[in-house]
Nanobody, 127 residues
Framework: QLVESGGGLAQPGGSLTLSCVASGFTFNKHAIGWFRQAPGKEREGVAL????????RYAGSVKGRFTIARANVTNTVYLQMNSLNLEDTGIYYC??????????????????????WGQGTQVTVSS
């Protein structure tokens, strides 16, 4: 099970931090990805962190603004989002992909690889 939290309303240029708490599977053997779906658009990958936390991947649209991190002790992954803009609005999902090779971040946003998905948290960027 994955449960996201931390969404809400932010102004352009503002920040939000999303959290994803996992249970029911071996967290430290799963890479965790964040995806988002904007209104009227397909879901897209945003960021991925490897199972050991040493490797990350980002979509070009968020690189330099978003940071993904994980704490395996608490089965939690975070997405720090800075310099938010209107295009960041959407429902944000976290997902888990079994990757026991700790550094593996290949095919970061291929959704069919992911075993578990959260229900999502809404992020709205508006002035």
């Amino acid at each position: 099970q994955l449960v996201e939290s931390g969404g809400g309303l932010a102004q352009p240029g503002g920040s939000l931090t999303l959290s994803c708490v996992a249970s029911g599977f071996t967290f430290n053997k799963h890479a965790i990805g964040w995806f988002r779906q904007a209104p009227g658009k397909e879901r897209e990958g945003v960021a991925l962190i490897s199972s050991n936390g040493q490797s990350t991947r980002y979509a070009g649209s968020v690189k330099g603004r978003f940071t993904i991190a994980r704490a395996n002790v608490t089965n939690t992954v975070y997405l720090q989002m800075n310099s938010l803009n209107l295009e960041d609005t959407g429902i944000y999902y976290c997902a888990a992909d079994f990757r026991p090779n700790g550094d593996d971040t290949t095919y970061p946003f291929y959704e069919n690889l992911y075993d578990y998905w959260g229900q999502g948290t809404q992020v709205t960027v508006s002035s």
